[in-house]
T-cell receptor, first 112, second 113 residues
Framework: DTAVSQTPKYLVTQMGNDKSIKCEQNLGHDTMYWYKQDSKKFLKIMFSYNNKELIINETVPNRFSPKSPDKAHLNLHINSLELGDSAVYFC???????????FGPGTRLTVL | AQSVTQLDSQVPVFEEAPVELRCNYSSSVSVYLFWYVQYPNQGLQLLLKYLSGSTLVKSINGFEAEFNKSQTSFHLRKPSVHISDTAEYFCAVSDGYNNDMRFGAGTRLTVKP
Protein backbone atom coordinates (compact mmCIF):
# COMPACT_ATOMS: atom_id res chain seq x y z
CA ASP A 1 0.00 0.00 0.00
CA THR A 2 1.38 3.38 -1.04
CA ALA A 3 1.78 5.69 1.96
CA VAL A 4 1.98 9.01 0.08
CA SER A 5 0.77 9.04 -3.51
CA GLN A 6 0.79 11.76 -6.13
CA THR A 7 -0.91 12.08 -9.50
CA PRO A 8 0.10 12.51 -12.19
CA LYS A 9 3.69 11.25 -12.21
CA TYR A 10 4.50 13.27 -15.33
CA LEU A 11 2.85 16.46 -16.54
CA VAL A 12 3.79 18.17 -19.79
CA THR A 13 1.93 21.35 -20.65
CA GLN A 14 2.15 24.64 -22.48
CA MET A 15 2.96 28.02 -20.99
CA GLY A 16 -0.10 29.85 -19.75
CA ASN A 17 -2.10 26.74 -18.91
CA ASP A 18 -3.57 25.92 -15.50
CA LYS A 19 -2.83 22.52 -13.96
CA SER A 20 -3.31 20.62 -10.71
CA ILE A 21 -1.30 17.97 -8.91
CA LYS A 22 -3.05 15.74 -6.39
CA CYS A 23 -1.60 14.23 -3.22
CA GLU A 24 -3.06 11.70 -0.83
CA GLN A 25 -1.61 10.06 2.30
CA ASN A 26 -2.97 7.05 4.16
CA LEU A 27 -0.67 7.31 7.17
CA GLY A 28 -3.12 9.18 9.40
CA HIS A 29 -0.79 12.19 9.51
CA ASP A 30 -2.16 15.64 10.26
CA THR A 31 0.48 17.70 8.45
CA MET A 32 1.16 17.77 4.71
CA TYR A 33 3.66 19.67 2.58
CA TRP A 34 4.57 20.64 -0.95
CA TYR A 35 8.21 20.91 -2.03
CA LYS A 36 9.78 21.99 -5.30
CA GLN A 37 13.01 20.32 -6.49
CA ASP A 38 14.85 22.14 -9.25
CA SER A 39 17.18 20.74 -11.87
CA LYS A 40 20.14 21.03 -9.47
CA LYS A 41 18.26 18.82 -6.96
CA PHE A 42 17.76 21.72 -4.54
CA LEU A 43 14.67 21.02 -2.42
CA LYS A 44 12.60 23.98 -1.27
CA ILE A 45 9.49 23.93 0.87
CA MET A 46 6.52 25.74 -0.64
CA PHE A 47 3.60 25.10 1.71
CA SER A 48 2.71 23.25 4.87
CA TYR A 49 -0.80 22.42 6.08
CA ASN A 50 -1.75 21.16 9.54
CA ASN A 51 -5.30 19.85 9.95
CA LYS A 52 -6.34 21.69 6.79
CA GLU A 53 -4.87 24.98 8.03
CA LEU A 54 -2.01 26.72 6.22
CA ILE A 55 1.06 26.81 8.49
CA ILE A 56 4.01 27.57 6.22
CA ASN A 57 3.72 29.66 3.10
CA GLU A 58 7.13 30.43 1.69
CA THR A 59 7.76 33.10 -0.88
CA VAL A 60 5.94 31.44 -3.71
CA PRO A 61 4.13 33.24 -6.55
CA ASN A 62 0.42 33.52 -5.86
CA ARG A 63 -0.14 31.53 -9.06
CA PHE A 64 0.45 28.55 -6.79
CA SER A 65 -2.49 27.71 -4.54
CA PRO A 66 -2.67 24.71 -2.24
CA LYS A 67 -6.04 23.25 -1.35
CA SER A 68 -6.68 20.77 1.44
CA PRO A 69 -10.18 19.26 1.28
CA ASP A 70 -9.41 17.01 4.26
CA LYS A 71 -6.46 15.86 6.38
CA ALA A 72 -5.51 13.13 3.94
CA HIS A 73 -5.34 15.29 0.82
CA LEU A 74 -3.32 18.32 -0.24
CA ASN A 75 -3.62 19.39 -3.85
CA LEU A 76 -1.52 21.98 -5.66
CA HIS A 77 -3.08 24.17 -8.30
CA ILE A 78 -0.89 26.24 -10.57
CA ASN A 79 -2.28 29.06 -12.74
CA SER A 80 -0.68 30.60 -15.81
CA LEU A 81 2.24 28.19 -15.94
CA GLU A 82 5.67 29.61 -16.79
CA LEU A 83 8.85 27.99 -18.09
CA GLY A 84 10.48 28.44 -14.68
CA ASP A 85 7.83 26.28 -13.05
CA SER A 86 9.40 23.22 -14.66
CA ALA A 87 10.63 21.06 -11.78
CA VAL A 88 9.79 17.98 -9.75
CA TYR A 89 7.13 18.63 -7.12
CA PHE A 90 7.03 16.44 -4.04
CA CYS A 91 4.26 16.02 -1.57
CA UNK A 92 5.09 14.86 1.97
CA UNK A 93 3.30 14.20 5.23
CA UNK A 94 4.18 13.87 8.91
CA UNK A 95 2.78 13.92 12.39
CA UNK A 96 2.85 17.31 14.06
CA UNK A 97 6.03 18.08 15.99
CA UNK A 98 8.78 18.18 13.39
CA UNK A 99 9.53 14.47 13.14
CA UNK A 100 10.03 12.38 10.00
CA UNK A 101 8.39 13.48 6.78
CA UNK A 102 7.27 10.81 4.32
CA PHE A 103 7.58 11.75 0.68
CA GLY A 104 5.56 10.88 -2.37
CA PRO A 105 7.21 9.71 -5.61
CA GLY A 106 7.14 13.17 -7.16
CA THR A 107 5.47 14.80 -10.15
CA ARG A 108 7.77 15.93 -12.94
CA LEU A 109 6.27 19.07 -14.45
CA THR A 110 7.58 20.25 -17.81
CA VAL A 111 6.34 23.56 -19.18
CA LEU A 112 6.95 24.08 -22.90
CA ALA B 1 15.18 29.98 11.16
CA GLN B 2 17.39 26.93 10.89
CA SER B 3 19.58 26.12 7.90
CA VAL B 4 21.80 23.33 6.62
CA THR B 5 25.06 23.30 4.70
CA GLN B 6 26.27 20.20 2.93
CA LEU B 7 29.91 20.81 2.25
CA ASP B 8 30.36 18.50 -0.72
CA SER B 9 28.13 18.56 -3.78
CA GLN B 10 29.67 15.37 -5.20
CA VAL B 11 31.57 12.51 -3.59
CA PRO B 12 32.98 9.80 -5.86
CA VAL B 13 34.34 6.69 -4.13
CA PHE B 14 35.31 3.16 -5.07
CA GLU B 15 33.28 0.19 -3.96
CA GLU B 16 34.14 -1.09 -0.47
CA ALA B 17 35.87 2.18 0.46
CA PRO B 18 34.71 4.21 3.47
CA VAL B 19 32.79 7.43 2.92
CA GLU B 20 31.83 10.52 4.91
CA LEU B 21 29.22 13.02 3.77
CA ARG B 22 29.47 16.26 5.70
CA CYS B 23 26.59 18.29 7.10
CA ASN B 24 26.60 21.40 9.28
CA TYR B 25 23.52 23.13 10.59
CA SER B 26 22.59 26.47 12.06
CA SER B 27 19.80 26.99 14.55
CA SER B 28 19.04 29.08 17.61
CA VAL B 29 16.93 26.34 19.19
CA SER B 30 17.16 22.62 19.79
CA VAL B 31 16.94 20.65 16.60
CA TYR B 32 16.01 17.36 15.09
CA LEU B 33 18.43 16.17 12.40
CA PHE B 34 17.82 13.83 9.48
CA TRP B 35 19.52 12.19 6.54
CA TYR B 36 17.35 11.33 3.57
CA VAL B 37 18.37 9.37 0.46
CA GLN B 38 16.97 9.87 -3.02
CA TYR B 39 17.54 7.20 -5.66
CA PRO B 40 17.15 8.21 -9.32
CA ASN B 41 13.59 9.15 -10.30
CA GLN B 42 12.26 8.46 -6.81
CA GLY B 43 11.10 10.41 -3.79
CA LEU B 44 13.12 10.93 -0.63
CA GLN B 45 13.39 8.14 1.93
CA LEU B 46 14.46 8.54 5.52
CA LEU B 47 17.88 7.01 6.16
CA LEU B 48 18.33 7.90 9.83
CA LYS B 49 17.49 10.61 12.33
CA TYR B 50 18.53 12.18 15.60
CA LEU B 51 15.80 13.44 17.91
CA SER B 52 17.34 13.05 21.36
CA GLY B 53 19.35 10.60 23.44
CA SER B 54 22.38 8.82 22.04
CA THR B 55 24.27 11.10 19.67
CA LEU B 56 25.27 8.17 17.41
CA VAL B 57 22.42 6.92 15.24
CA LYS B 58 22.49 4.07 12.75
CA SER B 59 20.52 2.89 9.74
CA ILE B 60 19.67 -0.70 8.84
CA ASN B 61 21.99 -0.67 5.81
CA GLY B 62 25.21 0.27 7.56
CA PHE B 63 25.16 4.07 7.59
CA GLU B 64 25.67 6.01 10.81
CA ALA B 65 25.72 9.66 11.80
CA GLU B 66 26.85 11.45 14.92
CA PHE B 67 25.24 14.57 16.32
CA ASN B 68 27.93 16.97 17.50
CA LYS B 69 26.37 19.96 19.21
CA SER B 70 29.59 21.88 19.79
CA GLN B 71 30.53 21.65 16.12
CA THR B 72 26.90 21.88 14.92
CA SER B 73 27.50 18.89 12.67
CA PHE B 74 25.72 15.69 11.70
CA HIS B 75 28.10 13.90 9.33
CA LEU B 76 27.04 10.67 7.65
CA ARG B 77 29.50 7.76 7.43
CA LYS B 78 29.67 4.27 6.08
CA PRO B 79 32.74 2.04 6.52
CA SER B 80 32.32 0.17 3.23
CA VAL B 81 30.05 1.35 0.40
CA HIS B 82 28.30 -0.67 -2.29
CA ILE B 83 27.39 0.20 -5.86
CA SER B 84 23.77 0.30 -4.72
CA ASP B 85 24.55 3.22 -2.37
CA THR B 86 24.87 5.49 -5.40
CA ALA B 87 22.24 8.19 -4.82
CA GLU B 88 21.65 11.76 -3.72
CA TYR B 89 21.85 12.29 0.04
CA PHE B 90 20.13 15.17 1.82
CA CYS B 91 20.76 16.42 5.32
CA ALA B 92 17.80 18.16 6.95
CA VAL B 93 17.08 20.05 10.16
CA SER B 94 13.78 20.65 11.91
CA ASP B 95 13.09 22.85 14.91
CA GLY B 96 10.85 20.17 16.37
CA TYR B 97 7.64 22.10 16.86
CA ASN B 98 6.30 23.88 13.77
CA ASN B 99 7.13 21.21 11.19
CA ASP B 100 9.49 23.55 9.35
CA MET B 101 12.15 21.22 7.90
CA ARG B 102 15.03 22.71 5.92
CA PHE B 103 17.13 20.68 3.55
CA GLY B 104 20.72 21.00 2.46
CA ALA B 105 21.60 21.23 -1.23
CA GLY B 106 22.35 17.52 -1.40
CA THR B 107 25.47 15.41 -1.94
CA ARG B 108 25.68 13.15 -4.94
CA LEU B 109 27.42 9.91 -3.85
CA THR B 110 28.75 7.89 -6.78
CA VAL B 111 30.20 4.47 -6.01
CA LYS B 112 32.47 3.15 -8.73
CA PRO B 113 33.43 -0.52 -9.25
Amino acid sequence: DTAVSQTPKYLVTQMGNDKSIKCEQNLGHDTMYWYKQDSKKFLKIMFSYNNKELIINETVPNRFSPKSPDKAHLNLHINSLELGDSAVYFCASSLAGGDTQYFGPGTRLTVL
Amino acid sequence: AQSVTQLDSQVPVFEEAPVELRCNYSSSVSVYLFWYVQYPNQGLQLLLKYLSGSTLVKSINGFEAEFNKSQTSFHLRKPSVHISDTAEYFCAVSDGYNNDMRFGAGTRLTVKP
